[in-house]
């Protein structure tokens, strides 16, 4: 039978008030998936209610939540999903949205939409144990981040992944030192040191992103060249680039920690902006980085600089 759809990206510290608000309105289910990295279409078999990734009454690891709401297809469900998204508008990130929704297999969904994707030139983002065609010739130049299709964390088809993985893959890192702050499950500090860095710090204040980055780093064979942290855990370093695809609001907070973690020169790359966003951002960090204008996909955004030499 169709289903009436509501769909809000939240930040996760509203999760649980938003997942509560939902099933007081009368959804008959509510799931969530990964709104900075937007793994497939989003929503779940309607009969079987719960989350996807991680289990339930566990913590998800993403920073920025799509949450999905399912409403029965008539006047009273279209109704409550209508207040529903009134009353809640005002915690979403953007504007949240009602759609009609066939009945599909959503499990099959997901696994036929994650396919080997491109970024740059050289970086592929592949199921694991799938390549693009060509991929197996002696001369193929790609390069090849193997993520598990049966977990519903980033693939980077969200336009702010694929905007840090793409600007990743521009870059001659051949030796770098890394910093992934905000790791998730590790995207970033994967595709760093599978494109030649020498070292990546993956740091996250949630134990179960640190959790899929390791995983993710053994199934990539990278695991030696990976460390991982809680923000009060990160030593004393200096790294030649540093990514954060955070949130514009946090990410504003960071700007000292981020600085102290740049050597002079340092490459920086923030995600996770909205392009309105992007000059508070770019002023708020401009005391420690020459910020470039924010390149943009959609209504996302990705500013770029480079650490000043004075350790401001």
Known sequence: MPWLQLSLIIDRDYAEQVEGALEDAGALAVTMDDAADEPGTGPVDPAAGGVWEPAPATQPLWRRLRMTALFDDDAAGEAAARQAAEALGHLALSPPSIAGLEDRPWERVWLDEFCPTRFGERLWVCPRGERPAGANGPDWPGVVVDLDPGLAFGTGHHPTTALCLTWLDGLDLRGKRVVDYGCGSGILALAALKLGAASALAVDHDPQALDATVDNAIGN????????????????????????????????????????????????????????????????????????????????????????????
Request: aromatic residues 4%.
């Open 221 to 312: 064979g990278v695991l030696g060249q990976l460390a991982v942290a809680r923000p009060e855990q990160v030593p004393d370093t200096q790294a030649d680039i540093v990514v954060a695809n955070i949130l514009a609001g946090p990410l504003l907070e960071l700007a000292p920690t981020l600085a102290a973690l740049a050597a002079p020169g340092a490459l920086l790359g923030l995600s996770g902006i909205l392009a309105r966003q992007a000059p508070q951002v770019a002023d708020g960090y401009a005391t420690h980085f020459a910020v470039e204008p924010a390149e943009t996909r959609e209504e996302w955004a990705l500013l770029t600089g480079r650490r000043l030499s004075s350790r401001s």
